[in-house]
């Protein structure tokens, strides 16, 4: 009786910094799966079986292995424990991977890849990271893996969320959703999530291949921070303490509504208007609301008060240069905050080299196989270790079918899925990694284009 | 020549040529012979252990075997006691005429995945992880622990002849005394060897990789040669007695090396081609010229390593065939599958 790819076990591997909450999660799990049989494989010495569940205690091993010419890791202690427990006549309903809170997911993942064994009988279903939304501001820029466990992620965990005030928890998904836009993001206390958001998400599935939240993969904006605030006909003041900067570039714009969608509308304006050189500033200065121009606050290095003089009332879009927090920056009227109705954080034009981000490309076109091929093996061979997933659906020229693809680091699966029909043929793929020059991949790429 | 032909056309109801037949409760893990050919053990990977009587197929003892699953069974060399290996962490000697548990001992980790005993005296070999152990086999006495591997050790095997135990890893192969537990010598290669066979002239040891190859160790000078080109990992590999030949695994089709002459470099392999499925396992008979070679989807073919391009007889067993073992004798072959037969067929008669 030879396995059948239905028959495929899923696999989910859980990652996350010791104290993170990823011990609660699997218990939570085992608990919640209740009635399943379901096999963990712990980074603990040792071998116990709970109920009907069974807990294996694995060393980390990670392996070099050579196919030819793709070069990975891969977990060799997780081939040898899985291929045994695959051959048992007790199968199991599903199998869960926890790894130490230093590991790198990519060894994990590519051990799914790159095994003919792990691949007949096994389906990678997806990575779960947890983060302790508190403490990880103390990782997040130092540490490596920290940033490797956000890249890989399907699906993330904000746990501990009761712990942090919303304005940071809204700055914390915002930085990680510029690391991993492809990853589905959930709040959660005592890592309680609906089990079907992180069992079974299909992550590695190519038919789900581009389940991703496009917001994220927005291009660089000259502004982070945009607000929509309802302002009365008069004048209102606009504070900001000292920040990093010496001066600070906003821009208003009357907005019909406060949705989501206005504040796109005006974005592409803002972007026009952030071009300008606009008008310059000091303290005390009044600034026209309806005046459409750059405004140009001077700072140098003291709190500064502008007044906004608003002629016609109603929704007004105020786009700011740096985050209104690194400045405090306050909108009063008669000395009452306002608070507003919407806001939007932008990814932040400058990144360090170093940063993991997600570039996205969407275009639609149809491809040259012939050129892609060409251009995404030589990317893949120049920038595999900084790419730690891609997935995408293509229009591949000639080809009825999408034609959607994964990968993790170097390795690459890709197959011909269900017809485009009558719906527009066209591309849409995202990379996460490090050292991503968005300029040159959207180039490249567009050039493959017929 | 003619006749073998003749022969090749012939595809015979598995049944027929099966002297017994007998189900375990799982997937067969291990397969021994016992020196005589009077037992044949058989181990299931959720722990338990049957002795079958090989003729007869009648069983013996039902031994508890080992919790969680036993990794491998071994016969020491004059068939008077059975060690076991499992993941309950332990090594057990039993005795086939009473069936008792003689002796247990601790792996050092909790899978003790391999055992070898050497073929002169009694010393069992045993490999838990990174933890390579010498026990006195009769009594279960220690006496050698050698230092921890850099990785977990995939397989053990006494060089033909000797005193010498050979352990390997990941980054290469071990050499051990028994005297001292200090490495006599070792070969590295970067790389997961998942399997050793020393040829029986104790020339060469071959390994198969992790890494989709097999590699010729000539234990002479230490040099060695990579063979590329296998579609998955190879786990199967299999000499025949004059060490002329190692038939390998890892693809659908059974490569034979030619270790004649100059040698397996350079050289164009023989090919056995006749399977559907991934090979799943490979004997070559200890003196004669037949093969058998097994595959994921049941089936058993066997060869005349003169004549590779015709099956000599092609039969199939339902699931996947685990393990393959012929008879002291060569008369019979023992086969295990995933489902959990036990048989013992006789092979095409030249």
Not at chain 1, 33 to 48: L, T
Not at chain 1, 274 to 296: M, R, W
Not at chain 2, 200 to 207: K, L, N, Q, R, S
């Amino acid at each position: 009786m030879t396995t059948t790819v239905s028959s495929r076990v899923p696999v989910s591997i859980l990652t996350g910094f010791l104290g993170s909450g990823k011990t609660t999660l699997l218990n939570y799990i085992l608990t919640a799966e209740h009635g399943k049989r379901i096999a963990v494989i712990e980074n603990e010495f040792g071998e116990v079986g709970v109920d009907q569940d069974l807990v294996i205690g694995a060393e980390e091993e990670i392996f070099e292995m050579n196919n030819g010419c793709i070069c990975c890791t891969v977990r060799g202690d997780l081939i040898r424990i899985l291929g045994n427990l695959m051959k048992r006549k007790d199968k199991f309903d599903y199998i869960l991977v926890e790894t130490t809170g230093m590991a790198d997911p990519g060894p994990v993942a590519q051990t799914f890849f790159i095994d003919d064994e792990m691949q007949e009988k096994l389906k990678l279903d997806g990575i779960v990271t947890v983060i302790d939304a508190k403490h990880v501001w103390e990782h997040i820029d130092s540490s490596d893996e920290v940033k490797k466990q956000i890249a890989f992620a399907d699906v993330i965990l904000l746990n501990k969320i009761d712990l942090v005030a919303p304005e940071q928890l809204q700055q914390l998904e915002t930085r990680i959703k510029n690391m991993n836009a492809a990853a589905k993001l959930y709040r959660t206390e005592n890592a309680v999530v609906e089990m079907n958001n992180i069992l079974n998400v299909g992550g590695f599935n190519l038919d789900r291949a581009m389940g991703v939240d496009t917001k994220f993969l927005e291009p660089e904006y000259p502004f982070e921070w945009a607000g929509i605030y309802d302002l009365a006909a008069g004048t209102h003041q606009l504070a900001l303490e000292v920040g990093p900067d010496p001066a600070m570039s906003i821009a208003l714009f009357p907005v019909k509504e406060a949705t989501t969608e206005a504040l796109e509308q005006a974005n592409m304006a803002a972007v026009l208007r952030f071009s300008e050189d606009g008008e310059h500033y000091k303290t005390g200065q009044v600034i026209p609301a309806a005046q459409p121009v750059l405004h140009n606050l001077q700072l140098n290095d003291q709190a500064a008060t502008f007044t906004l003089e608003v002629k016609e009332p109603g929704l007004y879009a105020l786009f700011t240069q740096h985050l209104p927090s690194e400045f405090q920056i306050e909108l009063r009227t008669d000395n009452n905050t306002q608070t507003p109705a919407l806001t939007h954080e932008y990814k932040p034009k400058h990144e360090h080299d170093n940063e993991v981000t997600s570039v996205g490309i969407e275009t639609p076109g149809d491809l040259d196989s012939k050129k892609l091929n060409e251009w995404l093996g030589n990317l893949l061979r120049t920038q595999g270790p900084d790419i730690f997933r891609m997935k995408g659906v293509l229009s591949i020229q000639g080809e009825s079918r999408r034609f959607v693809f994964q990968g993790v680091h170097m390795l690459f699966d890709g197959r011909p899925d269900t017809a485009w029909g009558s719906t527009p043929r066209r591309n849409s793929l995202i990379f996460i990694g490090r050292n991503l020059d968005r300029a040159k991949l959207n180039e490249g790429f567009r050039a493959c284009l017929v | 020549m003619s006749r073998i032909k003749a022969r090749s056309k012939r595809v015979i109801d598995a049944n027929s040529r099966q002297r017994w037949r007998a189900c375990v409760d799982d997937h067969v893990n291990s397969l021994a012979w016992s020196p005589d050919g009077k037992w044949l053990a058989a181990a299931s990977i959720s722990g338990p252990i049957t002795i079958f009587d090989g003729e007869t197929g009648l069983v013996q003892y039902s031994l508890a075997g080992h919790a969680f699953g036993t990794c491998e069974i071994a016969w020491n060399a004059n068939g008077t006691i059975l060690a076991s290996a499992g993941q309950d962490g332990h090594i057990r000697l039993w005795d086939p005429e009473n069936g008792q548990e003689r002796a247990k001992f601790p792996g050092g980790a909790a899978w003790v995945e391999h055992l070898a005993w050497s073929l002169q005296g009694d010393l069992l070999a045993s490999a838990a992880g990174r933890k390579l152990r010498l026990w006195h086999g009769t009594d279960g006495q220690l006496l050698q622990e050698y230092p921890d591997h850099s990785s977990t050790i995939s397989d053990i095997e006494w060089q033909p002849n000797s005193q010498i135990l050979t352990s390997a890893s990941y980054g290469g192969i071990s050499f051990w005394s028994h005297e001292s537990n200090e490495s006599l010598r070792s070969f590295s290669w970067k790389g997961s060897i998942l399997v050793i066979a020393w040829s029986p002239d104790g020339c060469y040891i071959a390994t198969g990789d992790q890494d989709s190859t097999v590699h010729f160790w000539i234990v002479k000078d230490g040099q060695d040669l990579q063979m590329y080109g296998y579609p998955t990992k190879v786990r199967e590999l299999s000499w025949n007695g004059s060490s002329r030949y190692l038939a390998t695994g890892g693809s659908d089709i059974t490569t034979v090396w030619d270790c004649s002459g100059k040698g397996p470099a350079g050289s164009k392999p023989i090919q056995l081609q006749g399977h559907a499925a991934a090979i799943s396992a490979i004997a070559f008979q200890h003196r004669g010229p037949l093969i058998a070679t097994a595959s994921a989807d049941g089936a058993l073919i066997f060869w005349h390593i003169q004549t590779p391009k015709r099956p000599l007889v092609r039969a199939t067993f339902g699931s996947s065939i685990s393990q393959l073992a012929w008879s002291p004798d060569d008369y019979l072959v023992a086969l295990g599958t995933a489902d959990g037969v036990v048989t013992v067929c006789t092979p095409p008669h030249l």
